[in-house]
């Protein structure tokens, strides 16, 4: 049964850097056909899609988010990460962790399995 | 940047059929996938590739895409539908990866 679960610190302080983790369960990381995403949802708004990796460290970041975010895996821990820079108050929300399948070809993209989500709050 | 547009509110009575638009101008060429989220809990997937439906997800979810426009379907609406539900497409080059505003069902 695939599990994902976050993990990070849930306060960090404004222009400071949020980190957080994704370890996967059930699943290898290494799995050639899955990326591994990051999506966000701010208190009360929608879901917006931060960025994707694979396990060769092939990755898709959104381009409004691109300067300031650094995803990463490890397959050794089989768990992929999340680094977002110079916070503000605006990037307080959940973070989920989610397998993204991309098949270009295909046509195909979409997000299978999520974690539950850790909320990340950004206040002095 | 990319926009997929979807009603914020969709409200209808148990047991009647309630659909929930998602626009967008790349939808002709691109698949639509929809998910489902109930308060407090992670998105589910309901809805992929316009018309697919994941094991588990009851029979009463179905999708349908005509022109710059898709559609998820709920038939005979329960009580437990109740929940916000999310379109998610990209733009025609792939690049932006992007989830409609949400909608919020209300079965009542």
């Known amino acids: 049964q695939l599990h994902l679960q976050e993990s990070g610190p849930g306060l960090v302080k404004p222009s400071e850097t949020l980190s957080l983790t994704c370890t996967v369960f059930g699943d290898s990381i290494r799995s050639s056909a899955y990326y591994w995403g990051w999506i966000r949802q701010s208190p009360g708004k929608g879901l917006e899609w931060i960025a994707s990796?694979?396990?060769?460290?092939?990755?898709y970041y959104s381009q409004s988010l691109e300067s300031r975010v650094t995803i990463s895996v490890d397959t050794s821990k089989n768990h992929f990460s999340l680094r977002l820079s110079s916070v503000t108050a605006a990037d307080t929300a959940v973070y989920y962790c989610?397998?993204?399948?991309?098949?270009?070809?295909?046509?195909?993209?979409?997000?299978?399995?999520w974690g539950q989500g850790t909320l990340v709050t950004v206040s002095s | 940047s990319y926009e997929l547009t979807q009603p914020p509110s969709v409200s209808v009575s148990p047991g009647q059929t309630a659909r929930i638009t998602c626009s967008g101008d790349?939808?002709?060429?691109?698949?639509a996938y929809w998910y489902q989220q109930k308060s407090g809990q992670a998105p589910v997937l309901v809805i992929y590739e316009d018309t697919k439906r994941p094991s588990g997800i009851p029979e009463r979810f179905s999708g349908s895409s005509s022109g710059t426009t898709a559609t998820l379907t709920i038939s005979g609406a329960r009580v437990e539908d109740d929940g916000d539900y999310y379109c998610?497409?990209?733009?025609?080059?792939?690049?932006?990866?992007?989830f409609g505003g949400g909608t919020k069902l209300t079965v009542l």
């Open positions: 990796i694979l396990y060769t460290g092939s990755s």
């Open positions: 998610y497409s990209t733009d025609s080059s792939g690049i932006h990866r992007v």
């Open positions: 989610a397998r993204h399948l991309i098949v270009v070809p295909a046509g195909m993209d979409k997000f299978d399995f």
């Open positions: 790349a939808l002709p060429k691109k698949y």
